[in-house]
């Protein structure tokens, strides 16, 4: 599976931005997406989760009510709508395809089994 993220930018605080993130290959497999980002300095944190066929998502607290993951199956393709964004959002964000995920273990980066490239987010004040 190959993963192609885009969208990240330069943004004010309070903008928007969406990024997506393109599979390829062997996305039949696929059971969630789910992005994560990385601040300089900091670990990767999990963001947000869509299965794959059920559209069920998950959210990590900071970003609930202003991010919206989305897919279009039809294009392999999820989606990351970022709303009222702010500088503690700033960082690199990477999707990542995860097999035979499970909800616990979602928000363990180990447990995906492939990554794009990642897409700089970044969010002035």
């Known amino acids: 599976v190959q993963l192609q993220a885009s969208g990240g930018g330069l943004v004010q605080a309070g903008g928007s931005l969406r990024l997506a993130c393109a599979a390829s290959g062997g996305t039949s497999n696929i059971r969630a997406m789910t992005w994560f980002r990385q601040a300089p300095g900091k670990e990767r944190e999990f963001v947000a989760a869509?299965?794959?066929?059920?559209?069920?998502?998950y959210y990590t607290d900071s970003v609930k009510g202003r991010f919206t993951a989305t897919r279009d199956n039809a294009k392999n393709t999820v989606y990351l709508q970022m709303n009222s964004l702010k500088p503690e959002d700033t960082a690199v964000y990477y999707c990542?395809?995860?097999?035979?995920?499970?909800?616990?273990?979602?928000?363990?980066?180990?447990?995906?089994?492939?990554w794009g490239q990642g897409t700089l987010v970044t969010v002035s004040s």
């Open positions: 990542a395809a995860g097999f035979s995920l499970i909800l616990s273990s979602v928000r363990e980066p180990t447990s995906y089994n492939y």
């Open positions: 869509i299965w794959w066929r059920t559209d069920n998502t």
